[in-house]
């Protein structure tokens, strides 16, 4: 129960910490999110893994939401005049989210294992 707690309210801060630094202009962001390794996979693959811990019942909705966040993250670079569109950095950080979702049931089996 502790576990959902903590892991709801830190799920929802790293998806509006990946909201602001997808929205905030690349020369404003702290110095360790430049590197583009750290900023499409550690965010990503960590919001996948704590919605999981958040919510684990609803497993294929949370897959959707945070594989939609994580594709419209770099789409949205389309709409703000700074950023860039790359593929290959959408699709390492769906494959980021991906992992993050595959490591978070992982993790939760086994929990209920032990328990």
Known sequence: MELTLLAHALAWTVLGLIVLTTVVPVGTKYPFMAMASIDSVIPFGLLGFLFVLAYPEDRRIIAL??????????????????????????????????SGLLLGALFMECILQAS
């Open 65 to 98: 939401v945070c594989i939609s966040v994580a594709a419209a993250s770099e789409s949205l670079a389309l709409i703000l005049p700074e950023k860039g569109l790359r593929v290959e950095r959408a699709i390492l950080k769906v494959l980021a989210t991906v």
